[in-house]
T-cell receptor, first 114, second 113 residues
Framework: EAQVTQNPRYLITVTGKKLTVTCSQN?????MSWYRQDPGLGLRQIYY???????DKGDVPEGYKVSRKEKRNFPLILESPSPNQTSLYFC?????????????FGPGTRLTVL | QKEVEQDPGPLSVPEGAIVSLNCTYS??????FMWYRQYSRKGPELLMY????GNKEDGRFTAQVDKSSKYISLFIRDSQPSDSATYLC?????????????FGQGTTLQVKP
């Protein structure tokens, strides 16, 4: 089954404690991205990756890091989480940047930073 | 002004009703639009993908674009309780091929049996 998986699905942590949210896709997609979803603000892109070892900032990259060492994985790293990073996070992938018609979203990770 | 605007609702209709969901956009320099459906506690799933003119029909769903008024609509015929979800319109970021999508806030729809 074609899918994007994220782990963990739910996470409660404290300010400053480094964490990683994993994302994996099994569709051999080149393009992957991370979004956060907040009430009243909708979905906003954090980082994206065109392919292995190629990443770039989206609209709200501050406080986040990513890496793309393998095609299937695109982890989101919060080096020092703060309460304003409390949000619902989605990983997405598509065949390529120009193929939004092939885009799949993961199930989401609900993060609470105390 | 937000680039894509949606009335967040909630919108509540009886089963079998025709539903009209709408978005307005401010930048006309792009070629296609998407509608996503998001069930509670799930990720968005692509519902329809339509180019920036005319209508596209898929079963009970019809997507319509009016470029002159910068208006995007999604119509759902014979609505079912299983259609209860948040519907998000989106368009690609226009000026560069980053793959970024610009989303509306989403409209929450409840279809009552």
């Amino acid at each position: 089954e074609a899918q994007v998986t994220q782990n963990p699905r739910y996470l409660i942590t404290v300010t400053g404690k480094k964490l990683t949210v994993t994302c994996s896709q099994n569709m051999n997609h080149e393009y992957m991205s991370w979004y956060r979803q907040d009430p009243g603000l909708g979905l906003r892109q954090i980082y994206y990756s065109m392919n292995v070892e190629v990443t770039d900032k989206g609209d709200v990259p501050e406080g986040y890091k990513v890496s793309r060492k393998e095609k299937r994985n695109f982890p989101l790293i919060l080096e020092s989480p703060s309460p304003n990073q409390t949000s619902l996070y989605f990983c997405a992938s598509s065949l390529s940047a120009g193929r939004a018609d092939t885009q799949y979203f993961g199930p989401g990770t609900r993060l609470t930073v105390l | 002004q937000k680039e894509v605007e949606q009335d967040p609702g909630p919108l509540s209709v009886p089963e079998g009703a025709i539903v009209s969901l709408n978005c307005t956009y401010s930048n006309s320099a792009f070629q296609y639009f998407m509608w996503y459906r998001q069930y509670s506690r799930k990720g968005p799933e692509l519902l329809m993908y339509t180019y920036s003119s005319g209508n596209k029909e898929d079963g009970r769903f019809t997507a319509q674009v009016d470029k002159s008024s910068k208006y995007i609509s999604l119509f759902i015929r014979d609505s079912q309780p299983s259609d209860s979800a948040t519907y998000l319109c989106a368009r690609p970021h226009g000026s560069s091929n980053t793959g970024k999508l610009i989303f509306g806030q989403g409209t929450t729809l409840q279809v009552k049996p």
